[in-house]
């Protein structure tokens, strides 16, 4: 069966921290990966990966896709509180015509 | 450009009642997602359309929920009867589909109605 699996589930660390956050998927026919960020109630898109080793970057978070080992890291670097969100990991199955399959989340508390 | 539309936002109900949520895509997207998530847990599709044709429900408990796109524009999902496990946020999703005719991954979520059963 096809799973996404997020580490850790929850994480609290100060403002200006940097934070790592781990995906690792088991997706048959694995067609891209993308990160969500979801502040009360709607994923808002982050990223989507498609190769591996290449960097995507947006302001302090930056993600990388490893389809060798089968997983993908987020990085946010001089945290804020407004970085406090559900981060959501999901994976695009080729044969599934666009279906998602979400992992359970790492909530992430930015403390002032 | 507006993003997904859904209504209501907030919805109370007793077991055994029926309930019908709205969400209707951004313009031009020809592929429509409904998604429930549970408290603590990542979305979890229900039914995929494209257009007005369902492409995936292989994990929509067709006894109670049904869903429609009849103009292949906006949809509802509607739940009857409404069970204490069917508490959760209910989000819809819309994506772009290529010129190609291959499908993007990115999907774009509306507000989320939140559902509660008592």
């Known amino acids: 069966e096809d799973k996404v699996v997020q580490s850790p589930l929850s994480l609290v660390v100060h403002e200006g921290d940097t934070v790592t956050l781990n995906c690792s998927y088991e997706?048959?026919?694995?067609?891209?990966l993308l990160w969500y960020k979801q502040e009360k109630k709607a994923p808002t898109f982050l990223f989507m990966l498609?190769?591996?080793?290449i960097e995507k970057k947006s302001g302090r978070l930056s993600s990388i896709l490893d389809k060798k080992e089968l997983f993908s890291i987020l990085n946010i670097t001089a945290t804020q509180t407004g970085d406090s969100a559900i981060y959501l990991c999901?994976?695009?199955?080729?044969?599934?015509?666009?279906?998602?399959?979400f992992g359970q989340g790492t909530e992430l508390s930015v403390k002032p | 450009e507006a993003g997904v539309a859904q209504s209501p936002r907030y919805k109370i109900i007793e077991k055994r009642q029926s309930v019908a949520f709205w969400c209707n895509p951004i313009s031009g997207h020809a592929t429509l997602y409904w998604y429930q998530q549970i408290l603590g847990q990542g979305p979890k599709l229900l039914i995929q359309f494209q257009n007005n044709g369902v492409v995936d429900d292989s994990q929509l408990p067709k006894d109670r929920f049904s869903a429609e796109r009849l103009k292949g524009v906006d949809s509802t999902l509607k739940i009857q009867p409404a069970k204490l496990e069917d508490s959760a946020v209910y989000l819809c999703?819309?994506?772009?589909?290529?010129?190609?005719?291959?499908?993007?991954?990115?999907?774009?979520f509306g507000p989320g109605t939140r559902l509660t059963v008592l």
């Open positions: 997706v048959t026919n694995f067609r891209s």
């Open positions: 999703a819309s994506s772009l589909v290529a010129s190609s005719g291959g499908l993007t991954d990115t999907q774009y």
């Open positions: 498609t190769s591996s080793g």
């Open positions: 999901a994976v695009g199955d080729y044969n599934q015509g666009g279906k998602l399959i």
